[in-house]
């Protein structure tokens, strides 16, 4: 699947760039796509921050878009947040924009999406006993090194990206014994060598 034509994805422009380029920010997204509907308190303590500092950067994701209110879990006063988008579209073009503020914020994007690609890796590491061995053998950290044409990758990450995509198809209803959630990492980058 293309998830240019995905409506689930939001592409990133210079203003939700900057608008979402904050590292609670991305962190209160993350958790909202991943674990659902939650308050400002609930986020605050999963996070260990105040919830004065996740109900601001809550309303601001909201201003650009990036999640809403769901009023029909509130009780009361009480306020239900929910990610909007499953995912977001970077277009590299955003680190050449004219505009320096918009390069910064998203440098700091790309520099979060990495941040958090190793805080999820060394919770596994940290934790990975608490899990079943049929988990821990189903688990992966490899790497590989390749010699390949930039069109060579660019057909690599498109492949890996549909492949992935074919397992979210197959999801296991709800019920199933044993479903987790699984984060997939996917880095082709190149390097120099000497």
Request: aromatic letters at 6%; glycine letters at 6%.
């Amino acid at each position: 699947m293309d998830d240019t034509q995905d409506s689930r994805i939001r592409s990133l422009d210079a203003r939700s760039l900057r608008g979402l380029a904050h590292p609670l920010r991305m962190q209160l997204l993350n958790v909202l796509r991943r674990n659902g509907p939650a308050t400002a308190s609930q986020l605050a303590a999963k996070l260990g921050e105040s919830s004065g500092a996740t109900s601001y950067h809550l309303r601001q994701l909201a201003a650009h878009g990036f999640v809403e209110d769901v009023p029909e879990h509130g009780k009361g006063r009480e306020r239900w947040w929910k990610a909007v988008h499953k995912g977001v579209r970077f277009d590299d073009a955003l680190l050449k924009d004219r505009d320096p503020e918009v390069r910064g914020a998203a440098d700091l994007f790309l520099h979060e999406v990495a941040n958090q690609h190793t805080r999820e890796v060394a919770t596994w590491l940290g934790g990975n006993d608490d899990w079943s061995e049929s988990w821990r053998r189903a688990s992966d950290m490899s790497d590989w090194t390749l010699r390949l044409t930039p069109e060579l990758a660019d057909e690599l990450v498109h492949k890996m990206h549909d492949l992935v995509e074919s397992y979210r198809a197959q999801a296991p209803e709800d019920g199933t014994p044993d479903v987790e959630q699984v984060r997939v990492h996917t880095h082709v980058l190149p390097v120099r060598t000497e």
